[in-house]
């Protein structure tokens, strides 16, 4: 996996304004809080069904397409190292409510926020961990997700 790592590692560092346009799947929803800036937002029911309605979820700054901080920028960029394309993104900046309501339901006071099968797993720091430690692929696959840095290990190992 390090030299995976390194590619990780190199693609996290370069992504800069305007690289990667055209990389996004259709598979990567960014949905709306649902809350139309009322009650319903940052309440535990809501949320608990918004984290639960997708095997992954991720509250962020912004949306895949245009993070708007760079640890939400690199949530993004390891997700999409591993080849996850299919899940929710929420916007936290569009929705005060929200905002504060996930850091509240998560008792985590930070965002990026990211949700495996409902549970919460943590922000840029531990998932950055978990994709450096191989645990992230574990995960995935408990998820029935297979990282795309298993098959790019496998074609290093027919070389």
């Avoid at 990211?114 to 531990?126: M, P, Q, R, S, T």
Wanted: aromatic share 6%; hydrophobic share 35%.
């Amino acid at each position: 996996m390090s030299g995976s790592l390194g590619r990780a590692a190199a693609a996290l560092l370069s992504w800069g304004r305007g690289a990667g346009r055209g990389l996004w799947s259709p598979g990567v929803r960014t949905v709306g809080s649902g809350a139309g800036g009322g009650r319903g937002g940052g309440s535990t029911e809501h949320l608990d069904a918004m984290v639960k309605k997708d095997k992954v979820v991720v509250f962020l700054k912004g949306t895949p397409e245009q993070p708007q901080c760079g640890f939400s920028n690199a949530v993004v960029q390891i997700l999409r190292l591993h080849g996850v394309r299919d899940y929710a993104a929420y916007n936290v900046l569009d929705d005060p409510a929200l905002r504060q309501g996930i850091k509240d339901y998560s008792n985590w006071p930070t965002i990026p926020q990211v949700y495996l099968n409902g549970e919460f797993v943590g922000g840029c720091d531990i998932l950055l961990q978990m994709h450096q430690n191989g645990d992230l692929v574990e995960e995935l696959k408990k998820l029935g997700i297979r990282s795309a840095l298993l098959d790019e290990n496998k074609d290093q190992d027919s070389k």
